[in-house]
């Protein structure tokens, strides 16, 4: 299973947050999770394509975001198309209060909101590698290539976290960089925790 934290490398603090409830519900749920999941890799996407837009001057970023775009976009596609084998369709977003929670943590400032956005981004994979690794976890008595595709999607996520601290760290210094995202993630976690075991990613 990935880890949501190693060592040698920016990566992410993590807290503890997910309730034992939550896999358990999800597999018992799991075509609406995956409903969901199809909507995460679409948000993934077009918040890779938003940050290119917004921040075209970060050493890197345009290239990156484009890879994670297309990267992102792949994943959307699997999803659909574990979707239309089951007769699920998409239909629109309903929004996901864990989204919104974090999205109320950006700061106002241009300088703050852009690490912040940086940040956050890295938190959300972060928490994604984490599910989707206990989804595969799960799955893998009873489907083991479903099993698998969650691994892989896992470890992905995974690389995806550690990008993004290295674009907040390519626009501030290390120590800012290390103190807003402990806040970040005692922020997360405590969301994480106020939220309802759902049939979703988050
Ligand atoms: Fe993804
Ligand atoms: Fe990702």
Redesign the pocket.
Known sequence: MPRATTAGGPDVALLPATPDGWLPHALAHFDQVLVDHAH??KK?AANALSLLQSYPDVPGLPAHMARLAR??SA?LAKVLQLMEKRGLVLGFDKGDPYAQGLQALLRKGAKERRVDRFLVAALIEAR?CERLALLAQGLVKTDPALARFYEE?AT??HG?QRLFVRLALEVEPKDVVGARLAELAQAEAALVRSLPVRAAVH
């Open positions: 995460c890799e993934a990267e992102e994943h994604s999607l992905s996520e995806h």
